[in-house]
């Protein structure tokens, strides 16, 4: 079993880059709830995603979206962002919002969109080169809604294409992943819908190439842990997307609908030494807060990701690994959920303390009046969110 300094360095070393997305108002097609002091810009996305990063020592890079956080100068907000203690992370474009891509963007039957497409593409790996952003975090809304909509295999050409054009601009130690989706936002064929098909265009391309597993993508069932061990034995696991769901894609906090299930996935990134920052595998958040308030239910988010790692690393490997050679079932499986079972809380609250940092991060939110400022100065404006 891991002693608990060798616990808390792991957890120490680990880093949840959250979503600029998740601080701006979000909802369903149903409602877009605004909330008081959600940002305005991209910059005051980053203060919120720094203050996050200050009181969990756990979250020192925030995701792009592009165009909801276009800039005039993006070295400038890369400045800004070292200034308020992270820096800017993966870098996501947006082919899914206007009205050119409704039969696609990449995979459209028009070469006149789809090459507006890849030129938007080929913009987000500038906005790298200018940010010192290493990852580019591809996904595709590309789909149909009815049988013969279109040929899924021209459309699989069209995606093939349009990554091996990104592929070839990348620069030496920049990366692209690729995301999947079963559906939505359609209900016949998503043109990358699994991990098989994100997979095979990946190998194809190369090795700067690896798959995007966002936890809420699967059909109902799915064992994710096990797709997230095979990806990474072939060396193709590039990333997280964290979040729960109960039904869909929820995009609820990681770890909130599902602990067990987020336990389970940790047990194997840990088995495999992925956890580490040089591991070659992104752990992201991408979630939507239509309900709570968004920067302490971020907050929450890392903290749920770092007690389920943590469970995962007090697993006794070697009483594990005795069980399962010796076919004990039963005790194999025990020794699993005596970590579950773990309050991990003391030992969290011991590496914030050591961090120098409150070990309540959610009370240090509170007491620290942080969401007050925010609705206080964060007035006129406009607010920022999906604008779907
Ligand atoms: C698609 C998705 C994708 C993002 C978007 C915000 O459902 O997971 O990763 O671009 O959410
Ligand atoms: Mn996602």
């Known amino acids: 079993m891991k002693d608990h300094a060798a616990v808390k360095a792991a957890l120490r070393a680990m880093r949840i880059e959250t979503p600029s997305w998740a601080y701006g108002n979000s909802g369903t097609r149903f409602k877009v709830y605004a909330q008081a002091g959600v940002p305005r810009d991209a910059y005051e996305k980053v203060a919120d995603a720094a203050m996050v990063h200050r009181l969990t020592g756990a979250a020192p890079s925030v995701a792009l979206h592009i165009p909801w956080d276009r800039v005039d100068d993006y070295a400038d907000l890369a400045r800004f962002a070292v200034d308020q203690g992270i820096r800017l992370g993966a870098i996501n474009p947006n082919v899914f919002q206007e009205d050119d891509y409704k039969l696609g963007s990449v995979c459209h039957p028009d070469a006149t969109v789809r090459r507006k497409a890849v030129d938007h593409l080929l913009e987000c790996v500038d906005i790298m080169d200018a940010t010192g952003s290493k990852v580019l975090s591809l996904w595709f809304a590309d789909g149909t809604n009815y049988a013969g909509q279109d040929s899924i295999a021209a459309r699989q050409d069209r995606l093939a294409d349009a ?224 604008g779907a």
């Not at 091996?164 to 992943?177: A, I, K, N, S, T």
């Open 163 to 386: 990554l091996r054009e990104v592929y070839d601009r990348l620069g030496p130690d920049q990366r692209m992943l690729v995301e999947y989706k079963l559906f939505e936002p359609h209900f016949y064929t998503m043109d990358l819908p699994d991990w098989g098909t994100s997979y095979a265009h990946c190998v194809a391309l190369g090795d700067k190439a690896q798959v995007l597993v966002d936890t809420g993508h699967h059909a109902p069932g799915t064992n994710i842990e096990f797709l997230v061990t095979v990806l990474h034995r072939f060396g193709k696991l590039g990333g997280f997307h964290f979040n729960s769901r109960n039904y869909a894609d929820d995009d609820l906090m990681v770890g909130a609908a599902d602990p067990f299930q987020l336990f389970r996935i940790a047990h194997e990134l840990v088995r495999a030494d992925a956890i580490r920052p040089d591991s070659g595998v992104e752990y992201m958040l991408d979630q939507c807060h239509n309900l709570e308030a968004k920067v302490p239910a971020l907050i929450r988010s890392v903290l749920n990701v770092q007690e389920a790692v943590a469970k995962a690393l007090l697993v006794d490997a070697d009483a594990l690994a005795a069980a399962q050679q010796a076919g004990d079932v039963l005790a194999a499986h025990a020794v699993l959920m005596d970590a579950f079972s773990t309050d991990v809380r003391p030992l969290l609250a011991e590496l914030r303390t050591e961090l120098g940092i409150d070990p309540d991060p959610i009370a240090a939110y509170h007491a620290g009046g942080y969401q007050q400022q925010i609705e206080a100065t964060r007035t006129g404006g406009r607010q920022a969110g999906w």
